[in-house]
């Protein structure tokens, strides 16, 4: 994901979904072009947080079986 950061920052600030994760993380989605999703798994902190991975997939699923959080 080198060279993509302001995509990433571009998904966690305006995701298409946002679901929950297993630990307290929170999964945000976008769609690309070509039927492919960006998917950013982060942690929010009380004034901070962190991207923990990103990742394209065309496999949507494994986070559409989990809970939405948003919208």
Do not use: H
Not at 23 to 46: C, D, H, P, Q, T
Not at 52 to 58: D, G, P, S, V
């Amino acid at each position: 994901m080198a060279g993509l950061e302001e995509q990433v920052m571009d998904v966690i600030c305006d995701p298409l979904f946002i679901f929950s994760g297993g630990g307290g993380e929170l999964i945000a989605v976008n769609a690309l072009a070509s039927r492919k999703w960006l998917v950013v798994v982060y942690r929010e902190m009380e004034d901070d947080g962190f991207v923990i991975t990103a990742f394209f997939t065309r496999r949507t699923r494994w986070f559409r079986r989990r809970q939405q959080v948003w919208p």
